[in-house]
């Protein structure tokens, strides 16, 4: 069975620094692989996925994840945060021929000014 | 467009009523699915609809029921609502059930269960 692991429940970080957001999946096959974000009162929208082809993938706001198929990780990364970027952050997973996506518990992103 | 609705925003129930949470979306989209949200847990999924007249449980559908009632609307009925169904629920939509698809989700319904 698929499962997502995200290892920070929350994730402090000053305005303008860079910040790394830690997603492991375990899935035995091909996998799809996503982050969703979550600002305060709202439903949850996507920032970026990978379903093949180049490990970088680059997402709105200026994030960007790389899939590392080694070590089973798709790190969420942005170079410079914004009080904007305050969030809960979901990495999810899934694979080909599944009708529905595994959820991570989430990461809350905290931007200290 | 406005993507996907859902309503109420609120509710406050109390323990053995009974209500149903409507969602519905405006992009023509062949699957919906109902999510609830408790805080450290994620997202888990309740039941989700991969077409028009098929539903199918999620990883928590105890005391839920669906109905799909059109290719716009999915509809989630508690029948007697406990205090454990204090949550947020969101419901998405996607264009496909393929899960390479994007999720569209709605802005969510408050319940609380007394």
């Known amino acids: 069975a698929q499962s997502v692991t995200q290892l920070d429940s929350q994730v402090p970080v000053f305005e303008e620094a860079p910040v790394e957001l830690r997603c492991n999946y375990s899935s035995s096959v091909s996998v799809y692989l996503f982050w969703y974000v979550q600002y305060p009162n709202q439903g949850l929208q996507l920032l970026l996925k990978?379903?093949?082809?180049?490990?970088l993938v680059k997402g709105i706001n200026g994030f960007e994840a790389e899939f590392n198929k080694s070590q089973t990780s798709f790190h969420l990364r942005k170079p410079s945060v914004h009080i904007s970027d305050t969030a809960e952050y979901f990495c999810a997973v899934s694979s080909p021929g599944d009708d529905k996506i595994i959820f991570g518990k989430g990461t809350r992103l905290h931007i200290l000014p | 467009n406005a993507g996907v609705t859902q309503t109420p925003k609120f509710q406050v129930l109390k323990t053995g009523q009974s209500m149903t949470l409507q969602c519905a979306q405006d992009m023509n989209h062949n699957s919906m699915y109902w999510y609830r949200q408790d805080p450290g847990m994620g997202l888990r999924l309740i039941y989700y609809s991969a077409s028009e007249g098929t539903t199918d449980k999620g990883e928590v559908p105890n005391g839920y029921n669906v109905s799909r009632l059109n290719k716009r609307e999915f509809s989630l009925r508690l029948e007697s609502a406990a205090p454990s169904q204090t949550s947020v629920y969101f419901c998405?939509?996607?264009?496909?059930?393929?899960?390479?698809?994007?999720?569209?989700f709605g802005p969510g319904t408050r319940l609380l269960v007394l």
């Open positions: 998405a939509s996607s264009e496909s059930g393929t899960s390479r698809e994007t999720q569209y």
């Open positions: 990978y379903l093949s082809g180049s490990t």
